[in-house]
């Protein structure tokens, strides 16, 4: 009883800290009255207050340039348009643009533009401007790559050609993640913070560490947003909920940790996710590179053993015991997506992976753990410090490795180091993105530069698919050869191929949501758990 007193008054405090903190960071500035985001939802059916984690503010600003809307975590930029938009099956649609064409050889994309949209200055939105964005990003993005990018042209005011460096038949992925700049009000120095757009929302206010105002852009050329505000907190996760609890916040970002409690006036919203994580197996012998570093295994460089580790998994004890349920088998890195290859999926099978280790070689000892030629069959993951989820699957995993007889041990590290070390042990990651060029970057043998230096990973077919992929004049049929990269019936990156990397599980993003919110139909979210989903907060209606 004593206990649970203590606990009372513990999260009776952090409720009124979260609550005051909440009131401080929606009051009005510049003299208005101060409001908190419940009086706010309260008297208007036209704003949303939606408390994110703090790495969603972006540190640049929002500036395109800099990395606004692209990245790791994709989502739409909001204050600027772009010129494609993914759709909810993840096929592309359009924005600013109203056509696009490729060359036979893929080497120029024309794309025409619409003649109605405006800055919020005023000023025309041209091809001129769609031009000196791609031609400025290309020179200043340290988040996207921009290689297969040689210059952007204006040929006239409604038409933009880009001439490439390589074939790219993902380019409309690319323009659907990059906003456009107007080049005479841009400043790199000043963009970021005072941004004019053309989108569907202004930036009103932007206190650093603390929150950002958004306002519908009255000139916008669609339809006029339903939410004509929206405020985003940026909170840890535990005053986020605490900031629910307290109705201070209208939609709040939150894990599987929370998942068992109850918000009053609140329901728990799941949304699927590519946002998977999963494990590096290095599939070399062990070594040093020419730095010094190790690289390589000896264990996992068997590919026995790597299938071993695939289907020894029980995926869904996961999802139950780590996951509270919330969450889906990870197959691949791009479950759900258009060119996904269901032949990556397989069954738990313990029995077959046994099988594996035996034919491998790797026996089983008196004390549980398998040897071969006096050698025991160990493994170190690795997974990054402060990040809970990610450790406890990492200790479900090795207790689910250690009934197949590998003898498992699990450490927390900094990224500072992790990067290094897992060349040669297996780290627990998150990936996830709303283009192909996921599966080139883990898999394609591009040189120590990409993430395929994790495995490495080397097979000339599966690069032939990719390149094929990326050469293709037809996005939609570039689809199945990156599917065959996955896996062609003889070889590729699946169960019965290679498996350089085995993926566990996909975290849903989970929030609690004020009953009478409607939030619109939501795409399959990417890794990171932030601005995705307010893609569509224009959409939003309150009930």
Known sequence: ??????????????????????????????????????????????????????????????????????????????????????????????????????????????????????????????????????????????????????????????????????????????????????????????YGIHPVGSGRYMLEQWDRGQQVILTANPNYYGEQPKMQRVIILFMEEDAAFLAAQAGQVDVAYTSATYSGETVEGYSLAAYDSVDNRGINLPAVPAGTDREGRAVGNDFTADVRVRRAINIGIDRQEMIDHVLNGYGTPAYSICDQLPWYNEASEVEYDPEAAAALLDEAGWTLGEDGVRMKDGVRAELNLLYSNGDSVRQALAADLANQLGELGIACTIEGVGWDTAYDRALSEPLLWGWGAHTPMELYNIYHTIGETSSAQYSPYSNPVVDAYMDEALASADLEQSYELWRKAQWDGTTGVTQDGDIPWVWLVNVSHLYWVRDGLQIAEQKIHPHGHGWSIVNNVDQWSWS
């Open 1 to 190: 009883m004593a206990d649970f007193a203590r606990k009372g008054k513990w999260w009776g405090a952090l409720l009124l800290c979260a609550a005051m903190a909440v009131s401080a960071l929606t009051g009005c500035s510049g003299g208005a009255d101060a409001q908190n985001a419940q009086e706010q939802s309260a008297a208007q059916t036209d704003t949303v207050v939606v408390a994110m984690g703090p790495t969603s503010e972006p540190e640049a600003g929002f500036d395109p340039a800099f990395g606004w809307g692209a990245g790791e975590h994709v989502h739409e930029p909001l204050i600027q348009s772009t010129l494609t938009v993914t759709n909810t099956d993840l096929t592309i649609g359009y924005d600013l643009a109203t056509d696009y064409s490729v060359s036979e050889d893929g080497l120029t994309w024309t794309v025409t533009i619409r003649d109605d949209a405006y800055f919020t200055d005023g000023e025309q939105l041209t091809a001129e401007n769609v031009a000196f964005t791609y031609n400025t990003v290309k020179q200043t993005s340290s988040v996207n790559d921009f290689t297969m990018l040689d210059r952007a042209e204006a040929t006239d005011d409604t038409t933009v050609v880009f001439h490439m460096t390589r074939p790219f038949s993902i380019w409309p992925y690319t323009m659907a993640v990059v906003g456009i700049v107007p080049e005479h009000a841009y400043d790199s120095a000043t």
